[in-house]
């Protein structure tokens, strides 16, 4: 016993390997797990920050650059900036020391301080340091294994159990510790409001060592974390549905999903042939995220709306097109081209119509994660109110998307010609084709 209980607060051993080999060793169950919650809180009293513990960062008034900037300079950790990341799961990530782990954070163009990202990797059986702050975040579980305790203050501590595919998001200034419990590293990728929150309070001292509980949000309730059909609401937005779909939907409220690839998607033709889709809120939040789902040589219908939207890419292959102003692509002053697949991560800047395009061989599938949430309403800052309502009627009739009948003709020609390239058949409806010149 004695030895691998050294191993085990040692770290030199998982969890999983010390219960093993207690198990193997004749003791039972209780008596294992008894051990691993004694070890668990003794670590986090040794490692834990002083109750008032003082944040040496402050933010320089009349600088160029806004809170958040200065903060993210601040951290020492690499800041990956432009229009999209190619894959998250290669990016460089260096030592953090605010986290004991190494991160790293994204700044992309068209998150325009609404909201951020960073990524966090913990080694097979490392731990974060604990952690809790006034903003708000969505975890989804890149790579590994492993939980999560919250808790607060004297309060009672919970456990989640994740592993690759998870969606979770610890409520709002609880108390946080990650632990790797498997045998490979285990990554994160994180969309938080914290831009936002930097720039209206510039205090770190605020953000980070804040008392404030919000039981509103999260008062201990045994089945925070869990799925079922107690969790789904009949509110589907007029953004993601269309107004003749909205509310005959499910959105799923909850405080984790433990495989976002297995979530029930719901047909949302609004947004384009063969198009399926889902909602979700996390842990009461403000920030809101949608997982879109759409069929082999197909591709969605454009729109815009405000900034922050993360897309993430779940499966799939294809590309996706950006531009501004005007609804021709080929007219507009502005124009990009990302090329995606399983890991890339693009984020369109304010008001610029953007089109998905699948060209691979099985459906695409991503997530977008953005500050504007579903459950509150949202008109300040290209929010709800003003851009994301308008997802779903046409432009010439005073919204933000494209119908293909009225979309530049060069765009079904470019597509058709990226299917060649990849021997995909194209499955779009003829009568769908553009016949504006």
């Not at 592993?163 to 490979?184: D, E, I, M, Q, Y």
């Not at 993430?312 to 090329?339: C, N």
Request: glycine share 10%; no cysteine.
């Amino acid at each position: 016993m004695r030895v691998p209980l050294a191993k085990l607060v040692n770290g030199e051993i998982t969890r999983r390997e010390f219960a093993e080999r207690i198990l193997g060793a004749g003791y039972g169950v209780v008596t294992a797990e008894s051990i691993l919650d004694t070890v668990a809180v003794a670590q986090d009293k040794k490692k834990a920050p002083p109750a008032h513990h003082q944040e040496t960062f402050h933010i320089e008034p009349f600088s160029e650059k806004t809170p958040y900037e200065q903060w993210m300079e601040h951290e020492g950790v690499p800041i990956h900036t432009g229009y999209h990341v190619a894959d998250v799961r290669a990016l460089e990530v260096r030592p953090w020391k605010r986290l004991g782990l190494s991160g790293a954070l994204i700044n992309l163009e068209g998150a325009e301080a609404t909201d951020g990202a960073y990524i966090l990797e913990l080694p097979p059986g490392a731990s974060s340091r604990p952690q809790r702050y006034m903003f708000e975040e969505s975890i989804y579980v890149l790579d590994g294994e492993g939980e999560t305790a919250i808790w607060r203050e004297r309060g009672a501590k919970r456990t989640l159990t994740w592993k690759k595919g998870a969606l979770f998001s610890p409520p709002l200034n609880v108390w946080r510790r990650h632990f790797n419990r498997g045998k490979t590293p285990a990554r994160f990728i994180a969309v938080t409001d914290a831009p936002l929150v930097f720039d209206l309070f510039h205090s770190a001292e605020f953000i980070f060592n804040n008392d404030f509980i919000f039981r509103d949000r999260y008062n201990n309730q045994p089945d925070y974390f869990t799925v079922n059909q107690s969790k789904m609401r009949a509110a589907g937005s007029a953004a993601t549905f269309g107004e003749s779909e909205k509310g005959a939907v499910g959105v799923l409220d909850t405080g984790m999903i433990p495989d976002l690839n297995n979530l029930q998607l719901y047909d949302a033709k609004s947004r384009g042939v063969s198009n399926k889709s889902a909602e979700v809120i996390l842990s009461d939040n403000a920030m809101q995220t949608h997982v879109s789902q759409f069929g082999v040589g197909t591709y969605k219908r454009a729109h815009r709306h405000g900034p922050g939207s993360h897309v993430l890419v779940m499966g799939g292959a294809g590309y996706t097109l950006m531009w501004t102003d005007e609804p021709h692509f080929s007219k507009a002053p502005k124009q990009a081209r990302i090329d995606w697949k399983d890991g890339t991560l693009l984020v369109p800047p304010d008001r610029w119509f953007h089109q998905h395009f699948n060209t691979g061989a099985t459906p695409a599938k991503y997530m977008a994660t953005t500050w504007i949430g579903g459950k509150y309403f949202v008109k300040a800052m290209g929010g709800g109110g003003r851009t994301h309502r308008l997802n779903t009627i046409s432009h010439k009739h005073g919204g933000n998307m494209i119908d293909h009948p009225d979309e530049d003709p060069m765009i079904r020609a470019m597509f058709e010609e990226e299917l060649k390239k990849s021997g995909v058949e194209a499955r779009m409806p003829p009568e769908s084709k553009g016949e504006l010149q």
